[in-house]
């Protein structure tokens, strides 16, 4: 009697990588301090500068958006700060400095003195969420980028939900100065919670200066390499043409590729080119939402729906948390076409939604609809910036996408607010939805170009 056949053993499924860690924790309250100190002061910024300050509603609206281009500045340099200064002690820093200028709102003086403090407290919460999103990030597993970055980013949705309501209600109820210390308050604890975080490995100064230092040794071979090379077509032109021919054929291109070496140089020093395609729709996306942000109350008074705008961007935020740990799981497990073309047929429906609402459902009907639209596109746009990036190269990434955001955010009320006088609201709002499936159209070629579909780093 034969010995009968073992059956094979089952393939073991391999375990996933931790999500959520402590310090994964910690980054995302950190993120969350920060946001919630800055939409709970930018909502009364510009009602605060004409009230205590006198100032005319043109300026007192500058006071406020110069916070957004001490942010742009700072998304620009805080990857070449993260290459130089350890990661966390320049987050420690950062989050000093938050709470230090949130304080300075109490000094009553000079109004050009509230507007330097707005522009280096935009430069301290830039550098601080590019730092902690870059720390962050580094620590989601790549098979859970998407998860892990969908579930990060609610920090910013919570800030955003909680903030403004907070701010308004203070200021309304308690007066300014009560605001401001809460601020402060607030803003300190991401100081503590900062010092706990544990940096990874290769975050840190010494392996990104080793990385430098081999990009750098092959950066040198390729030149000797492109020496020798240069020098071997050079000799058998001047055995053909002769010397003098040679080199004046070679002198314009040389200058050429030299002076286009310098500009690549130049650019690669601030952004990551890999990312500009996704950064580029999400910035398109944001542009659109800065029409919620700048437009949304006058024009639901306009059509008498006040009382469901106020609660617009509670509904909108609640949207945004019970949807993006699901997109975020599809992501990783379908990729980012199937999972963000949804979004921006939400976005545009949300949009058309809100030019033709009636009723205060249809008000809230879009929250919902836009809620799930800018999330998903933002959370899943940076997991794709983020998988397509080399990890020494992930502070640029997530500079560049933060960047275009801040664009479409700080454009799109200057542009609107001289569009909108003319075509009113209803139009606005419809050419919104417009907008949406352009920037759908867009991701489509991107998805067709290279392979964002899948997400794959």
Same mark, same amino acid.
Request: glycine letters at 8%; hydrophobic letters at 55%.
């Given at each position: 009697?034969?010995?009968?056949?073992?059956?094979?053993?089952?393939?073991?499924k391999?375990?996933?990588?931790?999500?959520?860690?402590?310090?994964?924790?910690?980054?995302?309250?950190?993120?969350f301090?920060?946001?919630?100190?800055?939409?709970?002061?930018?909502?009364v910024?510009?009602?605060?500068?004409?009230?205590a300050?006198?100032?005319?509603?043109s300026?007192?609206?500058?006071?406020?958006?110069?916070?957004?281009?001490?942010?742009?500045v700072a998304?620009?340099?805080?990857?070449?700060?993260?290459?130089?200064?350890?990661?966390?002690?320049?987050l420690?820093?950062?989050?000093?400095l938050? $709470?230090?200028? &949130? !304080?300075?709102?109490? #000094?009553?003086?000079? %109004?050009? @003195?509230? /507007?330097? *403090?707005?522009?280096?407290?935009?430069?301290?919460?830039?550098?601080?969420?590019?730092?902690?999103?870059?720390i962050?990030?580094?620590?989601?597993?790549?098979?859970?980028?998407?998860?892990?970055?969908?579930?990060?980013m609610?920090?910013?949705?919570?800030?955003?939900?909680?903030?403004?309501?907070?701010?308004?209600?203070?200021?309304?109820?308690?007066?300014?100065p009560?605001?401001? $210390?809460?601020? &402060? !308050?607030?803003?300190c #604890?991401?100081?503590? %919670?900062? @010092?706990? /975080?544990? *940096?990874?490995?290769?975050?840190?100064?010494?392996?990104?200066?080793a990385?430098?230092?081999?990009?750098?040794?092959?950066?040198?071979a390729?030149?000797?390499?492109?020496d020798?090379?240069?020098?071997?077509?050079?000799g058998?032109?001047?055995?053909?043409?002769?010397?003098?021919?040679?080199?004046?054929?070679?002198?314009?291109?040389?200058?050429?590729?030299?002076?286009?070496?310098?500009?690549?140089?130049?650019?690669?020093?601030?952004?990551?080119?890999?990312?500009?395609?996704?950064?580029? *729709?999400?910035?398109?996306v944001?542009?659109?939402?800065?029409?919620?942000?700048?437009?949304?109350?006058?024009?639901?008074?306009?059509?008498?729906l006040?009382?469901a705008?106020s609660?617009?961007?509670?509904?909108y935020?609640f949207?945004?948390?019970?949807?993006?740990p699901?997109?975020?799981?599809?992501?990783?497990?379908?990729?980012?076409?199937p999972?963000?073309?949804?979004?921006?047929?939400?976005?545009?429906?949300?949009?058309l939604?809100l030019?033709?609402?009636?009723n205060?459902?249809?008000?809230?009907?879009?929250?919902?609809?836009?809620?799930?639209?800018?999330?998903?596109?933002?959370?899943c746009g940076?997991?794709?910036a983020?998988?397509?990036?080399?990890d020494d190269?992930?502070?640029?990434?997530?500079?560049?996408?933060y960047?275009?955001?801040?664009?479409?955010?700080g454009?799109?009320?200057?542009?609107?607010?001289?569009?909108q006088?003319?075509?009113?609201?209803?139009?606005?709002?419809?050419g919104?939805t417009?907008?949406?499936?352009g920037?759908?159209?867009?991701?489509?070629?991107?998805?067709?170009?290279?392979?964002?579909?899948?997400?794959?780093?």
């Open positions: 009697m034969s010995d009968p056949v073992p059956s094979s053993p089952k393939p073991v391999p375990l996933k990588q931790k999500l959520w860690t402590r310090d994964f924790v910690l980054g995302t309250l950190t993120n301090v920060i946001s919630a100190n800055y939409f709970m002061l930018m909502v910024i510009t009602a605060y500068t004409m009230e300050y006198g100032a005319p509603a300026l007192a609206a500058f006071c406020a958006s110069i916070f957004i281009i001490g942010t742009l998304r620009f340099t805080s990857a070449l700060l993260i290459e130089r200064i350890n990661t966390k002690l320049l420690v820093i950062g989050t000093l938050e $709470a230090t200028l &949130t !304080a300075l709102y109490f #000094v009553h003086g000079a %109004l050009w @003195l509230l /507007i330097v *403090v707005r522009f280096a407290h935009g430069f301290a919460f830039g550098t601080c969420s590019t730092v902690v999103t870059t962050v990030t580094s620590m989601v597993p790549v098979e859970r980028k998407g998860e892990g970055i969908g579930y990060f609610l920090s910013v949705t919570l800030g955003a939900a909680i903030g403004p309501f907070t701010g308004i209600f203070i200021s309304n109820n308690f007066g300014y009560t605001l401001f $210390a809460i601020a &402060t !308050a607030v803003v #604890v991401s100081l503590p %919670l900062a @010092l706990a /975080i544990r *940096v990874p490995k290769d975050q840190t100064r010494g392996s990104r200066a990385a430098r230092a081999k990009a750098q040794e092959q950066a040198a390729d030149e000797v390499a492109a020798l090379m240069a020098d071997s077509a050079e058998v032109r001047e055995l053909r043409v002769g010397e003098t021919t040679a080199t004046a054929a070679q002198a314009a291109p040389a200058t050429t590729t030299t002076a286009r070496a310098g500009l690549n140089s130049f650019v690669n020093k601030f952004i990551e080119r890999r990312v500009l395609p996704i950064s580029l *729709v999400a910035c398109i944001f542009f659109g939402y800065s029409s919620l942000l700048t437009f949304l109350t006058p024009y639901a008074t306009e059509i008498g006040a009382r705008a609660v617009f961007f509670i509904v935020a949207s945004m948390f019970v949807t993006r699901f997109t975020g799981k599809a992501f990783d497990r379908k990729g980012a076409r999972v963000m073309t949804p979004a921006f047929f939400a976005f545009s429906a949300g949009m939604l030019a033709f609402a009636s205060d459902w249809m008000i809230l009907g879009a929250a919902l609809l836009l809620g799930f639209g800018v999330g998903t596109i933002q959370s940076l997991a794709v983020v998988r397509e990036t080399p190269r992930l502070s640029k990434a997530n500079a560049t996408f960047i275009m955001l801040d664009l479409g955010v454009i799109g009320p200057v542009l609107l607010g001289a569009l006088p003319i075509i009113g609201y209803h139009a606005m709002y419809i919104m417009a907008l949406g499936l920037a759908l159209i867009l991701f489509l070629h991107i998805c067709g170009n290279k392979r964002v579909a899948v997400g794959s780093k």
